[in-house]
Protein backbone atom coordinates (compact mmCIF):
# COMPACT_ATOMS: atom_id res chain seq x y z
CA UNK A 1 0.00 0.00 0.00
CA UNK A 2 1.37 3.72 -0.69
CA UNK A 3 0.19 5.22 2.35
CA UNK A 4 1.96 8.28 1.97
CA UNK A 5 0.56 12.20 1.74
CA UNK A 6 1.38 12.94 -1.72
CA UNK A 7 -0.40 9.19 -3.28
CA UNK A 8 -3.44 9.14 -0.64
CA UNK A 9 -4.00 13.07 -1.91
CA UNK A 10 -3.48 12.02 -5.46
CA UNK A 11 -6.38 9.42 -4.85
CA UNK A 12 -8.49 11.95 -3.78
CA UNK A 13 -8.03 14.52 -6.97
CA UNK A 14 -9.23 11.30 -8.95
CA UNK A 15 -11.79 10.10 -7.20
CA UNK A 16 -13.45 13.95 -6.52
CA UNK A 17 -11.45 16.20 -9.04
CA UNK A 18 -13.91 19.00 -10.14
CA UNK A 19 -15.08 19.62 -5.89
CA UNK A 20 -13.65 22.27 -4.65
CA UNK A 21 -10.76 21.42 -2.40
CA UNK A 22 -9.37 24.33 -0.69
CA UNK A 23 -11.13 28.31 0.16
CA UNK A 24 -9.12 31.10 1.38
CA UNK A 25 -10.50 34.34 1.52
CA UNK A 26 -12.08 35.18 -2.09
CA UNK A 27 -9.96 32.30 -3.73
CA UNK A 28 -11.06 29.31 -4.24
CA UNK A 29 -9.55 25.64 -5.80
CA UNK A 30 -10.71 22.52 -6.85
CA UNK A 31 -9.26 19.05 -6.56
CA UNK A 32 -7.57 18.65 -10.08
CA UNK A 33 -6.80 22.83 -10.01
CA UNK A 34 -5.06 22.25 -6.47
CA UNK A 35 -3.48 19.10 -7.26
CA UNK A 36 -2.13 21.06 -10.89
CA UNK A 37 -0.52 24.11 -9.34
CA UNK A 38 1.32 21.75 -6.63
CA UNK A 39 2.42 19.91 -9.69
CA UNK A 40 3.70 22.90 -11.56
CA UNK A 41 5.53 24.03 -8.34
CA UNK A 42 7.77 20.69 -8.00
CA UNK A 43 8.64 20.72 -11.04
CA UNK A 44 9.66 24.20 -10.82
CA UNK A 45 11.36 22.77 -7.46
CA UNK A 46 12.90 19.95 -9.48
CA UNK A 47 14.45 22.04 -11.87
CA UNK A 48 16.50 24.09 -9.34
CA UNK A 49 17.78 20.68 -7.77
CA UNK A 50 15.27 19.27 -5.28
CA UNK A 51 15.03 15.94 -4.79
CA UNK A 52 13.98 13.55 -2.22
CA UNK A 53 15.32 13.93 0.75
CA UNK A 54 15.24 17.72 0.42
CA UNK A 55 14.00 19.96 3.17
CA UNK A 56 11.90 23.01 1.48
CA UNK A 57 10.89 25.95 4.30
CA UNK A 58 7.29 27.04 4.28
CA UNK A 59 6.72 30.33 5.87
CA UNK A 60 3.80 31.88 5.22
CA UNK A 61 0.47 32.25 7.22
CA UNK A 62 -2.50 30.12 5.80
CA UNK A 63 -2.97 30.36 2.48
CA UNK A 64 -3.77 27.96 -0.51
CA UNK A 65 0.03 28.73 -1.59
CA UNK A 66 1.29 27.38 1.55
CA UNK A 67 -0.93 24.25 1.35
CA UNK A 68 0.51 23.79 -2.27
CA UNK A 69 4.18 24.12 -1.27
CA UNK A 70 4.00 21.05 1.41
CA UNK A 71 1.75 19.03 -1.38
CA UNK A 72 4.86 19.85 -4.20
CA UNK A 73 7.01 18.52 -1.38
CA UNK A 74 5.74 15.26 -0.98
CA UNK A 75 5.43 14.92 -4.47
CA UNK A 76 9.12 15.19 -4.98
CA UNK A 77 9.52 12.54 -1.96
CA UNK A 78 11.10 15.96 -0.16
CA UNK A 79 9.77 17.31 3.05
CA UNK A 80 8.26 20.79 3.87
CA UNK A 81 9.10 21.98 6.70
CA UNK A 82 6.82 24.52 8.76
CA UNK A 83 8.98 28.08 9.81
CA UNK A 84 6.59 29.86 12.63
CA UNK A 85 6.06 33.34 10.87
CA UNK A 86 6.42 35.27 14.13
CA UNK A 87 10.37 34.28 14.62
CA UNK A 88 12.87 37.02 14.87
CA UNK A 89 16.34 37.15 13.35
CA UNK A 90 18.02 34.60 16.14
CA UNK A 91 15.36 32.09 15.52
CA UNK A 92 14.88 31.80 12.01
CA UNK A 93 19.07 31.87 11.62
CA UNK A 94 18.59 28.72 14.20
CA UNK A 95 15.80 27.44 12.21
CA UNK A 96 17.01 27.31 8.44
CA UNK A 97 20.27 25.85 10.02
CA UNK A 98 19.03 23.20 11.83
CA UNK A 99 16.57 22.04 9.42
CA UNK A 100 19.17 22.25 6.66
CA UNK A 101 16.75 24.18 4.37
CA UNK A 102 17.55 24.26 0.67
CA UNK A 103 14.81 26.46 -0.74
CA UNK A 104 12.37 28.50 0.44
CA UNK A 105 8.66 29.49 -0.15
CA UNK A 106 7.41 32.68 1.86
CA UNK A 107 5.55 35.60 1.42
CA UNK A 108 6.64 39.03 0.25
CA UNK A 109 5.82 40.75 3.66
CA UNK A 110 8.85 38.45 4.72
CA UNK A 111 10.98 39.62 2.20
CA UNK A 112 13.01 41.63 4.67
CA UNK A 113 13.74 39.25 7.52
CA UNK A 114 14.79 36.93 4.73
CA UNK A 115 17.50 38.85 3.30
CA UNK A 116 19.13 39.87 6.37
CA UNK A 117 18.86 35.29 7.31
CA UNK A 118 20.38 34.23 4.14
CA UNK A 119 24.02 35.38 4.54
CA UNK A 120 23.60 33.32 7.58
CA UNK A 121 22.33 29.85 6.03
CA UNK A 122 24.84 28.67 3.62
CA UNK A 123 22.83 25.41 2.53
CA UNK A 124 19.52 27.69 1.67
CA UNK A 125 19.65 28.29 -2.63
CA UNK A 126 16.21 28.97 -4.15
CA UNK A 127 13.87 31.46 -2.96
CA UNK A 128 10.23 31.43 -4.29
CA UNK A 129 7.88 34.43 -2.83
CA UNK A 130 4.34 34.36 -2.66
CA UNK A 131 2.98 38.12 -3.58
CA UNK A 132 0.99 38.50 -0.36
CA UNK A 133 -0.17 42.38 -1.87
CA UNK A 134 3.10 43.90 0.59
CA UNK A 135 6.00 45.42 -1.24
CA UNK A 136 8.72 43.83 0.46
CA UNK A 137 11.66 43.67 -2.15
CA UNK A 138 13.17 40.49 -3.09
CA UNK A 139 14.99 40.97 -6.53
CA UNK A 140 18.09 41.38 -4.47
CA UNK A 141 18.32 37.88 -2.94
CA UNK A 142 17.05 36.10 -5.80
CA UNK A 143 13.86 35.51 -5.19
CA UNK A 144 11.62 34.06 -7.79
CA UNK A 145 7.78 35.34 -7.94
CA UNK A 146 5.40 32.15 -6.98
CA UNK A 147 3.47 32.88 -9.95
CA UNK A 148 5.97 33.17 -12.77
CA UNK A 149 7.29 29.83 -11.10
CA UNK A 150 4.31 27.99 -12.00
CA UNK A 151 3.66 29.27 -15.15
CA UNK A 152 6.25 28.17 -17.57
CA UNK A 153 6.05 23.78 -15.74
CA UNK A 154 3.83 21.33 -16.41
CA UNK A 155 0.73 20.33 -14.42
CA UNK A 156 1.25 16.97 -15.05
CA UNK A 157 2.02 14.07 -12.67
CA UNK A 158 4.75 12.45 -13.50
CA UNK A 159 6.98 11.74 -10.57
CA UNK A 160 9.05 9.04 -9.40
CA UNK A 161 7.55 6.06 -6.70
CA UNK A 162 6.90 7.25 -3.93
CA UNK A 163 7.17 4.97 -0.32
CA UNK A 164 5.91 4.61 3.08
CA UNK A 165 8.79 5.22 4.37
CA UNK A 166 9.24 8.82 3.08
CA UNK A 167 9.65 11.17 5.59
CA UNK A 168 7.91 14.27 7.19
CA UNK A 169 9.36 16.64 9.80
CA UNK A 170 7.16 18.63 11.95
CA UNK A 171 8.96 21.48 14.28
CA UNK A 172 7.55 22.64 17.83
CA UNK A 173 6.75 25.73 18.46
CA UNK A 174 9.59 26.30 20.79
CA UNK A 175 8.00 27.96 23.96
CA UNK A 176 10.79 26.05 26.25
CA UNK A 177 13.86 26.48 24.17
CA UNK A 178 14.83 26.42 20.28
CA UNK A 179 12.56 24.64 18.27
CA UNK A 180 12.73 21.06 17.46
CA UNK A 181 12.14 18.87 13.96
CA UNK A 182 10.19 15.70 14.94
CA UNK A 183 10.85 13.36 12.35
CA UNK A 184 8.08 11.06 11.27
CA UNK A 185 7.47 8.09 8.43
CA UNK A 186 4.36 8.59 6.40
CA UNK A 187 2.67 5.80 7.45
CA UNK A 188 2.99 6.84 10.79
CA UNK A 189 1.87 10.35 11.11
CA UNK A 190 -1.20 8.96 8.67
CA UNK A 191 -1.58 6.24 11.29
CA UNK A 192 -1.19 8.85 14.24
CA UNK A 193 -2.87 11.96 12.89
CA UNK A 194 -4.11 11.88 9.60
CA UNK A 195 -7.46 9.55 9.67
CA UNK A 196 -5.57 6.39 8.73
CA UNK A 197 -7.11 5.18 12.27
CA UNK A 198 -10.36 5.82 13.34
CA UNK A 199 -9.97 7.75 16.75
CA UNK A 200 -12.87 6.58 18.50
CA UNK A 201 -12.61 2.51 18.10
CA UNK A 202 -9.11 2.22 17.33
CA UNK A 203 -9.29 0.40 13.73
CA UNK A 204 -7.32 0.80 11.58
CA UNK A 205 -8.56 2.25 7.97
CA UNK A 206 -7.84 -1.48 5.65
CA UNK A 207 -6.13 0.62 2.17
CA UNK A 208 -4.43 3.50 0.82
CA UNK A 209 -8.09 4.22 -1.29
CA UNK A 210 -10.40 3.56 1.20
CA UNK A 211 -11.02 7.40 2.21
CA UNK A 212 -10.95 8.89 -0.88
CA UNK A 213 -13.69 6.28 -2.05
CA UNK A 214 -15.71 7.37 1.60
CA UNK A 215 -15.44 10.98 -0.21
CA UNK A 216 -17.55 10.21 -3.16
CA UNK A 217 -21.19 9.62 -1.18
CA UNK A 218 -20.51 12.89 0.79
CA UNK A 219 -18.32 15.39 2.66
CA UNK A 220 -17.71 17.91 5.64
CA UNK A 221 -16.49 21.30 4.99
CA UNK A 222 -14.02 21.97 7.17
CA UNK A 223 -12.18 25.05 8.58
CA UNK A 224 -8.89 24.83 11.16
CA UNK A 225 -8.79 27.75 12.92
CA UNK A 226 -5.06 27.39 13.91
CA UNK A 227 -2.28 28.59 11.79
CA UNK A 228 -0.42 25.91 9.38
CA UNK A 229 2.65 26.46 11.12
CA UNK A 230 1.06 23.81 13.75
CA UNK A 231 0.65 20.06 13.78
CA UNK A 232 -3.07 20.55 14.31
CA UNK A 233 -3.75 22.67 11.30
CA UNK A 234 -2.28 20.93 8.82
CA UNK A 235 -3.44 17.53 9.70
CA UNK A 236 -6.65 19.13 9.89
CA UNK A 237 -6.25 20.33 6.42
CA UNK A 238 -4.54 17.11 5.08
CA UNK A 239 -6.91 14.12 7.22
CA UNK A 240 -10.12 16.42 5.24
CA UNK A 241 -8.63 16.64 2.06
CA UNK A 242 -7.37 12.50 2.06
CA UNK A 243 -11.87 12.10 2.33
CA UNK A 244 -12.11 14.73 -0.80
CA UNK A 245 -13.66 17.15 1.77
CA UNK A 246 -13.34 20.75 1.18
CA UNK A 247 -10.99 23.23 3.62
CA UNK A 248 -11.68 27.30 4.28
CA UNK A 249 -9.19 28.94 5.64
CA UNK A 250 -8.85 32.11 7.22
CA UNK A 251 -5.41 33.82 6.94
CA UNK A 252 -4.84 35.31 10.29
CA UNK A 253 -6.49 33.95 13.22
CA UNK A 254 -9.91 36.67 13.70
CA UNK A 255 -12.73 35.18 15.59
CA UNK A 256 -15.31 37.36 13.38
CA UNK A 257 -13.67 36.02 10.06
CA UNK A 258 -14.22 32.67 11.40
CA UNK A 259 -17.54 32.78 11.94
CA UNK A 260 -18.24 35.24 8.75
CA UNK A 261 -16.60 31.75 6.87
CA UNK A 262 -18.13 29.27 8.79
CA UNK A 263 -21.50 31.33 7.52
CA UNK A 264 -20.75 31.57 4.35
CA UNK A 265 -19.74 28.53 3.03
CA UNK A 266 -21.80 26.46 5.65
CA UNK A 267 -18.49 25.03 7.60
CA UNK A 268 -19.75 21.73 9.59
CA UNK A 269 -16.51 20.82 11.33
CA UNK A 270 -14.50 23.20 13.40
CA UNK A 271 -10.79 23.27 14.25
CA UNK A 272 -9.41 24.99 17.20
CA UNK A 273 -6.66 25.17 19.93
CA UNK A 274 -8.30 24.86 23.18
CA UNK A 275 -9.43 28.15 24.96
CA UNK A 276 -7.03 30.40 23.83
CA UNK A 277 -9.43 30.51 20.55
CA UNK A 278 -12.17 29.23 21.57
CA UNK A 279 -12.84 32.35 24.24
CA UNK A 280 -12.80 34.94 21.31
CA UNK A 281 -15.11 32.71 19.09
CA UNK A 282 -17.54 32.83 22.11
CA UNK A 283 -17.49 36.39 22.47
CA UNK A 284 -17.62 37.23 18.83
CA UNK A 285 -20.09 35.11 18.50
CA UNK A 286 -22.20 36.36 21.02
CA UNK A 287 -21.37 40.20 19.32
CA UNK A 288 -22.13 39.66 16.10
CA UNK A 289 -25.40 37.96 14.48
CA UNK A 290 -23.95 34.48 12.99
CA UNK A 291 -25.98 31.38 11.61
CA UNK A 292 -23.58 28.85 13.17
CA UNK A 293 -26.26 26.15 11.82
CA UNK A 294 -24.21 24.35 9.82
CA UNK A 295 -21.66 23.33 12.52
CA UNK A 296 -22.14 19.23 13.58
CA UNK A 297 -18.40 19.23 15.36
CA UNK A 298 -16.46 21.64 17.44
CA UNK A 299 -12.75 19.90 18.23
CA UNK A 300 -9.73 21.45 20.20
CA UNK A 301 -6.61 19.63 19.03
CA UNK A 302 -2.92 19.73 21.37
CA UNK A 303 -4.47 21.81 24.27
CA UNK A 304 -7.60 21.12 26.15
CA UNK A 305 -10.90 23.18 26.25
CA UNK A 306 -11.14 24.17 30.27
CA UNK A 307 -14.92 22.77 31.29
CA UNK A 308 -16.55 26.55 31.68
CA UNK A 309 -15.68 27.07 27.94
CA UNK A 310 -17.14 23.51 27.23
CA UNK A 311 -20.45 24.37 28.35
CA UNK A 312 -20.58 27.91 26.33
CA UNK A 313 -19.72 26.12 23.27
CA UNK A 314 -22.54 23.35 23.72
CA UNK A 315 -24.91 27.03 24.47
CA UNK A 316 -24.36 28.07 21.90
CA UNK A 317 -24.06 25.47 19.43
CA UNK A 318 -26.49 23.15 20.65
CA UNK A 319 -26.41 20.63 17.76
CA UNK A 320 -22.52 20.00 17.34
CA UNK A 321 -20.88 17.53 19.32
CA UNK A 322 -17.22 19.26 21.14
CA UNK A 323 -14.52 17.37 21.21
CA UNK A 324 -10.86 17.57 22.71
CA UNK A 325 -8.13 15.11 20.84
CA UNK A 326 -4.80 15.34 22.70
CA UNK A 327 -1.68 15.04 21.43
CA UNK A 328 1.66 16.17 20.56
CA UNK A 329 3.92 16.74 17.82
CA UNK A 330 5.98 13.42 19.59
CA UNK A 331 3.04 11.77 20.23
CA UNK A 332 -0.01 12.02 17.49
CA UNK A 333 -3.21 11.17 18.43
CA UNK A 334 -3.17 9.66 22.46
CA UNK A 335 -6.95 10.25 23.22
CA UNK A 336 -10.27 11.85 22.60
CA UNK A 337 -13.32 13.53 24.92
CA UNK A 338 -16.09 14.41 23.61
CA UNK A 339 -19.58 16.18 25.27
CA UNK A 340 -23.37 17.24 23.64
CA UNK A 341 -25.91 19.39 24.30
CA UNK A 342 -27.68 16.96 27.52
CA UNK A 343 -24.32 15.26 28.35
CA UNK A 344 -22.33 15.68 31.54
CA UNK A 345 -19.72 18.09 31.21
CA UNK A 346 -18.91 18.80 35.03
CA UNK A 347 -15.86 16.70 35.23
CA UNK A 348 -12.22 17.87 34.87
CA UNK A 349 -10.16 17.24 31.59
CA UNK A 350 -10.85 13.74 30.69
CA UNK A 351 -10.37 11.92 28.25
CA UNK A 352 -10.88 8.27 26.78
CA UNK A 353 -7.25 6.91 25.85
CA UNK A 354 -6.31 5.27 22.18
CA UNK A 355 -5.94 2.28 22.05
CA UNK A 356 -2.14 2.44 22.11
CA UNK A 357 -1.67 4.94 24.99
CA UNK A 358 -0.70 3.91 28.47
CA UNK A 359 0.98 5.67 31.66
CA UNK A 360 4.24 5.17 33.04
CA UNK A 361 5.65 5.70 36.28
CA UNK A 362 8.68 8.24 36.24
CA UNK A 363 10.82 5.22 36.18
CA UNK A 364 9.82 3.90 32.78
CA UNK A 365 7.37 0.97 34.40
CA UNK A 366 4.18 0.85 33.69
CA UNK A 367 1.40 2.26 35.94
CA UNK A 368 -1.28 -0.01 36.86
CA UNK A 369 -4.39 0.95 35.23
CA UNK A 370 -6.47 1.79 38.71
CA UNK A 371 -8.78 4.62 39.66
CA UNK A 372 -6.32 7.29 41.30
CA UNK A 373 -3.05 6.01 39.64
CA UNK A 374 -0.83 9.11 37.92
CA UNK A 375 1.74 8.82 35.24
CA UNK A 376 3.78 10.12 32.08
CA UNK A 377 1.07 9.66 29.06
CA UNK A 378 3.03 7.45 26.69
CA UNK A 379 2.19 6.09 23.44
CA UNK A 380 3.11 2.92 21.24
CA UNK A 381 2.72 1.75 18.05
CA UNK A 382 3.10 4.37 15.52
CA UNK A 383 5.07 6.90 16.62
CA UNK A 384 7.90 9.43 15.47
CA UNK A 385 11.67 7.87 14.78
CA UNK A 386 12.97 10.77 16.79
CA UNK A 387 14.14 14.38 16.75
CA UNK A 388 15.77 15.58 13.28
CA UNK A 389 19.84 15.39 13.84
CA UNK A 390 19.58 15.07 17.73
CA UNK A 391 19.87 11.95 18.98
CA UNK A 392 20.38 13.01 22.62
CA UNK A 393 17.25 14.57 22.88
CA UNK A 394 15.63 11.85 21.00
CA UNK A 395 16.52 9.01 23.82
CA UNK A 396 14.80 11.41 26.25
CA UNK A 397 11.21 10.75 25.06
CA UNK A 398 11.86 7.44 24.04
CA UNK A 399 11.62 4.59 26.63
CA UNK A 400 11.69 0.72 25.71
CA UNK A 401 9.57 -1.69 27.79
CA UNK A 402 9.98 -5.41 26.95
CA UNK A 403 11.16 -4.45 23.34
CA UNK A 404 8.14 -2.30 22.73
CA UNK A 405 8.72 1.41 21.68
CA UNK A 406 6.80 4.16 23.81
CA UNK A 407 7.21 7.94 22.82
CA UNK A 408 6.56 9.68 26.16
CA UNK A 409 6.82 13.49 25.75
CA UNK A 410 6.18 14.69 29.24
CA UNK A 411 2.52 15.13 30.63
CA UNK A 412 0.74 13.48 33.32
CA UNK A 413 -2.70 11.97 33.80
CA UNK A 414 -4.58 9.99 36.07
CA UNK A 415 -6.47 7.12 35.45
CA UNK A 416 -10.22 7.60 36.63
CA UNK A 417 -13.06 4.74 38.04
CA UNK A 418 -15.14 5.08 34.53
CA UNK A 419 -11.87 4.16 32.75
CA UNK A 420 -11.29 7.94 31.55
CA UNK A 421 -8.10 9.56 31.99
CA UNK A 422 -7.80 13.19 33.55
CA UNK A 423 -5.49 15.24 32.05
CA UNK A 424 -3.05 17.39 34.56
CA UNK A 425 -0.15 18.48 32.43
CA UNK A 426 3.29 18.68 31.43
CA UNK A 427 5.27 17.77 34.09
CA UNK A 428 7.85 20.63 33.76
CA UNK A 429 5.66 23.14 34.49
CA UNK A 430 4.60 20.78 37.42
CA UNK A 431 4.55 22.92 40.34
CA UNK A 432 5.77 21.96 43.88
CA UNK A 433 4.38 23.53 46.85
CA UNK A 434 6.05 21.90 50.01
CA UNK A 435 5.95 18.45 48.91
CA UNK A 436 2.61 18.73 46.89
CA UNK A 437 2.66 18.25 43.11
CA UNK A 438 0.12 21.12 41.63
CA UNK A 439 -0.67 20.63 37.55
CA UNK A 440 -0.83 24.27 36.19
CA UNK A 441 -3.73 23.09 33.59
CA UNK A 442 -6.64 22.04 36.59
CA UNK A 443 -5.64 25.19 38.30
CA UNK A 444 -6.11 27.30 34.76
CA UNK A 445 -9.65 26.03 34.16
CA UNK A 446 -10.52 26.75 37.73
CA UNK A 447 -9.83 30.48 37.34
CA UNK A 448 -10.86 30.54 33.97
CA UNK A 449 -14.41 28.81 35.03
CA UNK A 450 -15.11 32.63 36.62
CA UNK A 451 -16.92 34.78 34.88
CA UNK A 452 -14.88 37.86 35.22
CA UNK A 453 -11.61 35.41 33.82
CA UNK A 454 -10.61 35.60 30.29
CA UNK A 455 -7.19 33.57 29.88
CA UNK A 456 -5.26 32.68 32.54
CA UNK A 457 -1.44 31.28 32.95
CA UNK A 458 -0.52 29.26 36.29
CA UNK A 459 3.06 29.11 37.11
CA UNK A 460 5.19 28.02 40.53
CA UNK A 461 7.67 30.94 42.00
CA UNK A 462 10.20 30.49 44.19
CA UNK A 463 8.83 30.36 48.21
CA UNK A 464 11.62 30.06 50.99
CA UNK A 465 8.75 28.26 53.19
CA UNK A 466 7.45 25.87 50.67
CA UNK A 467 10.51 25.96 47.65
CA UNK A 468 7.49 26.77 45.36
CA UNK A 469 4.34 28.67 45.42
CA UNK A 470 1.78 28.69 43.25
CA UNK A 471 1.06 31.84 41.08
CA UNK A 472 -0.97 33.21 38.00
CA UNK A 473 -1.18 35.61 35.88
CA UNK A 474 -4.58 36.37 34.37
CA UNK A 475 -6.43 38.57 31.99
CA UNK A 476 -10.01 39.82 32.76
CA UNK A 477 -12.67 39.95 30.84
CA UNK A 478 -13.13 43.43 28.71
CA UNK A 479 -14.84 45.94 30.92
CA UNK A 480 -14.64 43.74 34.55
CA UNK A 481 -13.03 44.59 37.51
CA UNK A 482 -10.59 43.45 39.39
CA UNK A 483 -11.98 41.50 42.80
CA UNK A 484 -9.19 39.06 43.94
CA UNK A 485 -11.13 38.47 46.98
CA UNK A 486 -14.62 36.89 44.87
CA UNK A 487 -11.99 34.96 42.91
CA UNK A 488 -9.97 33.87 45.56
CA UNK A 489 -13.45 32.56 47.10
CA UNK A 490 -14.50 31.46 43.74
CA UNK A 491 -11.17 29.13 42.79
CA UNK A 492 -11.25 27.66 46.59
CA UNK A 493 -14.85 26.15 45.40
CA UNK A 494 -13.34 24.61 42.70
CA UNK A 495 -9.66 22.95 43.49
CA UNK A 496 -7.91 22.51 46.97
CA UNK A 497 -6.75 25.05 49.33
CA UNK A 498 -3.13 24.04 48.40
CA UNK A 499 -3.86 24.50 44.48
CA UNK A 500 -5.01 28.06 44.94
CA UNK A 501 -2.59 30.69 43.64
CA UNK A 502 -1.36 32.56 46.14
CA UNK A 503 -0.07 35.28 43.89
CA UNK A 504 -1.89 36.55 41.14
CA UNK A 505 -0.51 39.42 38.51
CA UNK A 506 -3.06 40.90 35.92
CA UNK A 507 -2.35 41.39 32.48
CA UNK A 508 -3.75 43.14 29.71
CA UNK A 509 -3.51 39.95 27.00
CA UNK A 510 -1.67 36.51 28.18
CA UNK A 511 1.29 35.55 25.95
CA UNK A 512 0.63 32.81 23.70
CA UNK A 513 2.21 30.93 20.92
CA UNK A 514 0.25 31.59 17.37
CA UNK A 515 -2.08 28.48 17.32
CA UNK A 516 -2.88 29.13 21.15
CA UNK A 517 -0.48 27.09 22.75
CA UNK A 518 0.40 28.01 26.40
CA UNK A 519 3.81 30.07 26.48
CA UNK A 520 4.97 29.86 30.21
CA UNK A 521 8.08 31.41 29.84
CA UNK A 522 6.58 34.13 28.58
CA UNK A 523 4.13 33.96 32.11
CA UNK A 524 7.18 33.81 34.25
CA UNK A 525 8.94 36.80 32.42
CA UNK A 526 6.00 38.56 32.96
CA UNK A 527 6.03 38.04 36.88
CA UNK A 528 9.35 38.97 37.18
CA UNK A 529 9.34 42.49 35.37
CA UNK A 530 5.86 43.41 37.10
CA UNK A 531 4.52 44.32 40.54
CA UNK A 532 1.50 41.71 41.68
CA UNK A 533 -1.94 43.00 41.66
CA UNK A 534 -1.52 40.75 44.70
CA UNK A 535 0.71 38.51 46.93
CA UNK A 536 -1.72 37.29 49.39
CA UNK A 537 -3.37 33.90 49.48
CA UNK A 538 -5.98 33.98 46.64
Given at each position: MALNIADLLEHAVDAVPERVAVVCGDRQV?????????????HHLAAHGVGRGSHIGVYSRNSIEALEAMIA????????????YRYVHGELVYLFNDADLVALVHERGYADKVRAVLPEAPKLKHVVVVDD??????????????????????????FDERSNDDLY????????????????????????????????????????????EQGKSGSLTRLPAAPLIHGAAQW????????????????????????????????????????????????????????????????????LFSQSVKQEFVELVPNAVITDAIGSSESGFTGIGMVAKGSDHSAGPRVN?????????????????????????????????????DPEKSKKIFVDIDGVRYVVPGDYARYEEDGTVTLLGRGSQCVNTGGEKVYPEEVEGA????PDVFDALVIGVPDERLGQRVAAVVQLREGAEPDLAALEEHVRGEIAGYKVPRTVWLAEEIGRSPSGKPDYPWAQRYAADHEPATAQPV
Amino acid sequence: MALNIADLLEHAVDAVPERVAVVCGDRQVTFAELEARANRLAHHLAAHGVGRGSHIGVYSRNSIEALEAMIAAYKLRAIAVNVNYRYVHGELVYLFNDADLVALVHERGYADKVRAVLPEAPKLKHVVVVDDGSDGDFASYGGVDYEAALADQSPERDFDERSNDDLYILYTGGTTGYPKGVLWRHEDIWRALGGGINFVTGEYVPDEWTLAEQGKSGSLTRLPAAPLIHGAAQWAAFGALFTGSPVVFVPRFDAHEIWKAVQEHKVQVLTIVGDAMARPLIEAFREGDYDASSVVAVSSHAALFSQSVKQEFVELVPNAVITDAIGSSESGFTGIGMVAKGSDHSAGPRVNFGKDAILLDDDGHLVDQKPGAIGLIGRRGHVPLGYYGDPEKSKKIFVDIDGVRYVVPGDYARYEEDGTVTLLGRGSQCVNTGGEKVYPEEVEGALKSHPDVFDALVIGVPDERLGQRVAAVVQLREGAEPDLAALEEHVRGEIAGYKVPRTVWLAEEIGRSPSGKPDYPWAQRYAADHEPATAQPV
